[in-house]
């Protein structure tokens, strides 16, 4: 792909390897289009240069080769699916970074994910379908957590934060690898399917340390 033209005064470069790995070169424009890269089934990295301060949704969705992506210290918001159905092994944002829902939708290579330290929610589907996906680090910061966010993942245990009041509808629906969660203090309600299907769950510890066995 060479000199991608995408309005009258906007152009973007792309230097290409036989690894195909692709560089951006982003002359006076902090932003990558909308499905930018997507469905390019030949691109396995990509690094989105300094100066890029939004991604767009799509932007690599359906890239079912790519492994690697390295994101600039200047990122400040992605879009919807931007890495949906990619291969993507790991991946670390920036602090102040804003995550859209639905981020990692059938990311079913994803091991390791660094999120923004200042980050305050967890959105809708974020790791859904992240098979290969068995533990995350929350930020200190959290303190609202969306539906389906790990929905048909391979995540093994989880700390609720004791700010969060409310567990949502299909939180864990068909985790069919969790073992252990910790319930935050103050909770008062479970959402619809939140823990369908959790066929290994083993114990479910409550604020007071109670712990009980067996599939919640």
Known sequence: IDGVEVSPTKTYQFETTGEHIVKMALDYYTST?????????????????????????WAFSGCTKLKYISLPSTLKSIGFQCFSRTVIESISFPDGCTIAYGQFYQCSSLKEVRLPSDMTELPNGLFQGCKALTEVKLPEGITKIGEYVFKSSGITSFHFPDVITEIPSGFFDYCLNLKEVKFPKYFTKIGDRAFWNCRSLERTIMSDGTIYEGEF
């Not at 289009?33 to 949704?57: D, R």
């Open 33 to 57: 289009p909308i499905s930018f890269c997507m469905h390019i089934k030949t691109l396995t990295s990509a690094i989105i240069p300094e100066g890029v301060e939004e991604m767009w949704y």
